[in-house]
């Protein structure tokens, strides 16, 4: 059996066996060039290995990529609503109504008095007539203004705060409350906060939700890998066999965790810009109606690059915590 | 060099494989270990290769004790030593080439120092022809021929190798052994179990005959 096969298929003499005294040299020595050449083998069996099943990747990756894609839309939602309310939160005045009794010296000098306070920024003065002139240029009520046998409208003054500290009411307020003179004071502070803390709860839910659906990725990987060590378990055991460091048997798992880490943080962006390509022309339609005075804000060109960055580093905490305890529970010493 | 001294292993189940056993293997010496099935064979080279430690009892490679060997020491152990197995163990997914390259990928040699010594290898245990192939398409004796080139790639010391011709007919067991006999010849510790007494006993080398993990029997040649 052995006779028949062809010349270079037979065993050589002895002479052709490797020198003892060219025995192998001390590991130790593993120069920058084998370092290197080690990660690409890994690095690049473990995509081969995941080319190799491009439907089984295809869904892991898609999974994690629609948990990573959830949080980033809700991200981009609550990045717009605050860019809306954005112009409302400006709207710190307050407006003080005098009696009727009130005359424009009385006015004036209040109006000096205020400004004279450390806390307010500026006062602006409003007369009857200036007022009604107002409210005929914006109500559409003209024709029903020029029924009113008499002006009723009383002095307004319009405070404007020293930028204070935004959820303090200012001093100034309860002062103006007990001034005589003085019939009603608005300060729409209360809706204003609400607002903020409604954003701030959604804000806090949606950091919430990012960080539970980042532990499903990191599970979802994990477990993906846990079943990749089971499935080589051979291969893990005979290259522990033949000397390979525990370093080395864990490399090829951790670049796999990167690679559906990456797969799924690409995957992620482009299911966001599909949805924000997908919701364009109504969102358009909806903004028209505020005069075009806000743009929808997409993911930022920074954010959108460091998805895939942040998703392979879970995807190599994922495998990196499966085969921690994996690799440790099949080879036990 | 081999050193075994008073070695006892008991497994979890309670099963003695080896029995106060001690025995020496000089450096470059080449010996077969021989016995029924269960005489505890397998347990002694895996004592070797610290795939099993000793419950009693201390083994030393190349005056190495492997007593006091850490955990994390272990992978730079085996890389020190060649092993060889029955069933061959040679992963099915990669070409021949990569089988026997992977402990000098391990080892983390240069790429074109691995071409050569993978070459040479294969060369040596006559299959360079077939580096490109699946292991799955070679004979049994051609498998077992590339575990072996696997576990001399790297040059090791010392070369151990369980039942290697288990699974071979007599010719191809008679050519696997001269192979080892080979390595002997450059400087290598070859230590070789098997149970087929008859062609051990015509390899002329030393042979430890266990029985019940006991040293029944050192034979040397020459009348020893």
């Known amino acids: 059996m052995f006779g028949n096969k062809p010349g270079g298929n037979r065993l050589k003499p002895a002479p052709a066996a490797p020198r003892a005294a060219e025995r192998a040299p001390p590991r130790r020595r593993l120069a920058l060039s084998s370092w290197r050449d080690q990660h690409l083998y890994s690095l690049f069996s473990s995509l081969g290995r995941l080319l190799a099943r491009p439907w089984a990747t295809a869904l892991t990756a898609l999974v994690m990529g629609l948990a990573l894609a959830l949080p980033l839309l809700f991200l981009i939602l609550l990045d717009n609503a605050r860019a809306l309310s954005g112009g409302w939160q400006d709207a710190r005045e307050i407006t003080v109504f005098l009696k009727p009794g009130v005359d424009a010296s009385a006015s004036a000098a209040l109006a000096q008095a205020l400004r004279g306070r450390a806390d307010v920024a500026a006062v602006k003065q409003t007369t009857p007539e200036q007022g009604i002139e107002e409210f005929r240029a914006m109500s559409g009520f003209a024709d029903a203004l020029e029924v009113l046998q008499f002006n009723p409208l009383p002095h307004v003054l319009v405070v404007t705060p020293a930028a204070a500290r935004e959820l303090d009411e200012p001093a100034v307020i309860a002062e103006l409350r007990r001034d005589p003179q003085v019939d009603l004071v608005q300060y729409d502070a209360a809706w204003r906060r609400r607002l903020g803390a409604i954003l701030g709860l959604s804000q806090r839910s949606v950091l919430v939700l990012a960080g539970l659906l980042a532990m499903a990725t990191l599970l979802v990987v994990g477990n993906t890998v846990r079943l990749d060590i089971q499935a080589r378990a051979e291969e893990i055991a005979v290259i522990q066999l033949i000397g390979a460091s525990p370093g080395f048997v864990r490399r090829p798992f951790l670049y796999t965790g990167v690679w559906y880490g990456l797969f799924s943080g690409v995957l992620a962006l482009v299911v966001v810009f599909s949805v924000q390509w997908a919701l364009r022309t109504p969102v358009d339609q909806l903004l028209a109606s505020y005069d075009h005075r806000f743009h929808l804000r997409g993911l930022e060109p920074l954010a959108a690059l460091s998805v895939p960055f942040v998703s392979a580093v879970l995807g190599w905490l994922g495998a990196m915590l499966a085969t921690a305890r994996h690799l440790a529970e099949a080879h036990p010493d | ?224």
């Open chain 2, 1 to 224: 060099m081999i050193r075994f001294d008073q070695v006892t292993k008991r497994y979890p189940s309670g099963h003695e494989a080896l029995d106060e056993l001690s025995f020496e293997l000089a450096a470059g010496e080449m010996a077969f270990v021989t016995g029924h099935s269960g005489a505890g064979k397998s347990t002694l080279l895996k004592l070797i290769g610290l795939i099993e430690r000793p419950t009693r009892g201390s083994v030393s490679v190349n005056g190495q004790n492997l007593h006091g060997l850490r955990r994390r020491r272990i992978p730079e152990l085996r890389r020190g030593i060649g092993m060889v197995f029955q069933d061959h163990r040679l992963l099915m997914d990669r070409s021949v080439y990569d089988n026997v390259a992977l402990p000098l990928i391990i080892a983390g040699l240069a790429r074109e120092e691995i071409a050569k010594r993978v070459r040479a290898a294969l060369d040596k245990v006559g299959l360079l022809e077939r580096e490109r192939s699946a292991p799955i398409t070679l004979s049994t004796g051609e498998q077992q021929r590339v575990g072996i080139a696997r576990a001399i790639v790297a040059k090791p010391s010392v070369l151990i190798a369980d039942e290697p011709t288990g699974n071979l007919d007599p010719q191809l067991s008679n050519e696997i052994m001269r192979l080892f006999a080979d390595f002997q010849q450059v400087g290598t510790t070859v230590l070789v179990a098997s149970h087929d007494l008859p062609l051990v006993k015509r390899m002329g080398k030393r042979v430890l005959v266990l029985d019940h993990g006991r040293l029944l029997d050192d034979w040397r040649p020459g009348g020893g």
